[in-house]
Structures are given as C-alpha cells and as structure tokens.
C-alpha cells in the first residue's frame, strides 16, 4: 500500500468541467519524503482539476505555517507560507515529467497523485532566509541578540580608539615635507 494513497485523485468517474479538492498538511506529510527542515506544520492546499475532452488543468493554491528556526537567533517561530502552482496533464503513450509544467500520464490511467506536486510547491514557498518577525520589529530579547548587540559596540568603541591613536601620532617631520611641497 502507497503511503501517498490519500493525496490520489480518481479522475476517470469525474464530468467535464471544475472539481475542487482539499487536503490538510502537516509533519506526517514531510515524513513521507524525508524531508525534515520543519519543527510543525498547518498548511491547507486546495486543487481545483478541471477535467477537459483531452486533458487535465490541476491548480493548486496553498496557505498556513511551518514552525521553523530563525537564522539570526536560532529560536523557533510561525512562518506564515502561502503560493500556487499550475500542472497540465495530458495522455501519451509513456509516463514523462521531465517538464514542471506539463506531465504526460499513459492512455490507461485513472487517477493521479498529486502528493509530489504539493510538496514541491510547498518546500519551495518557504524563503531561503529565514528571520523571526521579533528580529525586524525588535521586540526579541533572546541571549544570541544580546551577545550580539555587545560586540558590535565593542566593535566600534575598538575602531574609534584607533582613530584617534592614528591622530596623535603623527610624526612632525612629515609637516616639514608637506611644506616644501606647498612652497614651490
């Protein structure tokens, strides 16, 4: 039995025209792939296939959160996911998705499982940088931002001291240079 049987969709009994589908997705879903970057999930994805003469159009269009650890801080946060994606599924004489837009099923099939294209769309919605909304607003207070407010005054404090000590230590010698080159 196929782990993804849930996520198969029978389009043989189906009319010509607009069907919707609904399917909830949460870490289980990820387990099936292996996949294992988010701590929690929710996200709801709905399909509408609409079924024509000679083809199917599928319309997938995802929402929610996936728990997951800011890359400033390493504190775990909500991060609100949404995007959609479109597949058309045409009938040929050998399976073939070498294509991202366009799958070619054989002529005998009656179903079509869509759990390959939910999670492509769902991993690639999530942005590569990862930041909790308390590091943009300020609101965070974690021990890393602390530390890390530390040294960058440190840091600065460091680099004015060595400004100045380049201040003071001019040699007067060069301003006797300088002059003769403001003589002629």
């Known amino acids: ?3 993804t049987k849930e996520y198969l969709i029978p389009f043989v009994g189906l009319k010509l025209g ?3 589908f609904e399917f909830q997705i949460n870490n289980a879903f990820f387990e099936i792939f292996d996949y294992d970057e988010f701590q929690n999930s929710n996200i709801k994805v709905n399909v509408v296939l609409e079924k024509k003469s000679n083809m199917l159009e599928l319309s997938f269009k995802h929402s929610g959160t996936v728990n997951v650890p800011c890359d400033l801080t390493s504190e775990d946060f909500d991060l609100p996911i949404k995007g959609k994606m479109k597949l058309i599924i045409r009938f040929g004489e050998t399976y073939n998705n070498d ?3 366009l799958l070619i099923l054989p ?3 009656f179903e079509i499982d869509v759990s390959q294209s939910i999670y492509e769309m769902v991993v690639l919605s999530v942005p590569l940088r990862r930041v909790h909304p308390g590091v943009k607003d300020g609101s965070l207070n974690t021990e890393a931002l602390t ?3 530390e040294l960058t005054i440190k840091e ?3 680099e004015h001291k060595k400004e100045i000590q380049k201040e ?3 040699d007067p010698r060069w301003d006797k240079l300088k002059q ?3 003589d002629k």
């Open 156 to 158: 600065q404090k460091k």
């Open 18 to 20: 607009k069907h919707q």
């Open 107 to 109: 002529f005998g099939e």
């Open 180 to 182: 003769l080159l403001t």
């Open 147 to 149: 530390k890390l407010k």
């Open 168 to 170: 003071e230590n001019i």
């Open 1 to 3: 039995m196929s782990k």
């Open 99 to 101: 294509n991202e837009d």
